[in-house]
């Protein structure tokens, strides 16, 4: 079976730039996240989908992230102004449903913003 | 919401020792709690998990405890080896709401 994959693996961007991370979660896996990992700290979820709706987004900085799954399938993240503060690993999981609690977590993007 | 605490950060061990790293949470709706282990520039996997009708569960050398009175629970890693250093994140999950994630423990085990 096939892994959540993500790309980019790294990336390196300008403050003020704009950045895309792209996801593809194990196939039939309804539910899909996004986590933000800072260095030296667990992972903190932005945004969960189920299919193509958003099931919670309460802790995405909606002034400049966003995201979407138009399809139920893959799923893209972008940043746009970026911040420093914004460096961070970027992961990707999905798990079949909501109510289904094991998550399988994709390789992340590493952001660094300069 | 869920506010999930880990200890210790940092955790040396000699080979063949015992690592413990413990994980308290504030919602006592929590109803599952992962660990996961995290290797250096790799993807967290899970390890072992427990949900909160269970008291302990145990998986060769791996176990998990769990005490829903006191709100916490624990990661037993048994006759430790080189290859078990990594950083271990625990993980609280509310039924239909989300995971919270603990800071991570950093697992040196010293040959």
Redesign the interface.
């Known amino acids: 079976e096939a892994g959540?994959a993500q790309s980019p693996r790294y990336k390196i961007i300008e403050k003020r730039q704009s950045v895309a991370f792209w996801c593809n979660p194990i196939s039939g896996h309804a539910t899909l996240?996004w986590y933000q990992q800072i260095l030296?700290?667990?992972?903190?979820?932005l945004i969960?989908f189920q299919n193509n709706g958003v099931v919670?987004d309460s802790q995405l900085p909606k002034d400049r992230f966003s995201a979407e799954r138009l399809k139920g399938v893959d799923s893209t993240l972008k940043i746009q102004p970026a911040k420093l503060e914004d460096s961070a690993v970027y992961?990707c999981a999905s798990s079949l449903e909501?109510?289904v609690?094991?998550?399988?977590?994709?390789?992340?993007t590493r952001l660094t913003v300069l | 919401g869920e506010n999930?605490e880990?200890h210790p950060s940092t955790l040396s061990v000699q080979e063949g020792d015992s690592a413990v790293i413990k994980c308290t949470y504030s919602d006592s709706a929590s109803n599952?709690f992962?660990w996961?282990k995290q290797e250096l520039g790799?993807?967290?996997?899970?390890i072992i998990?427990i949900r909160s009708n269970v008291g302990e569960k145990k998986d060769q050398r791996i176990a998990v405890t769990l005490n829903k009175t006191a709100k916490h629970f624990s990661l037993h890693i048994t006759e430790t080896q080189p290859e078990d250093s990594a950083v271990y994140?625990c993980?609280a999950?509310i039924?239909?709401?989300?995971?919270y994630?603990?800071?991570?423990t950093s697992l040196t085990v010293i040959p």
Not at chain 2, 42 to 46: D, M
Request: aromatic content about 20%; overall charge positive.
């Open positions: 959540v996240y030296g700290q667990g992972p903190k979820l969960q919670d992961l909501v109510g609690r094991e998550q399988f977590f994709g390789p992340g | 999930v880990q599952y992962p996961y790799k993807r967290p996997q899970l998990d994140f993980a999950f039924t239909g709401n989300q995971f994630f603990g800071t991570g």
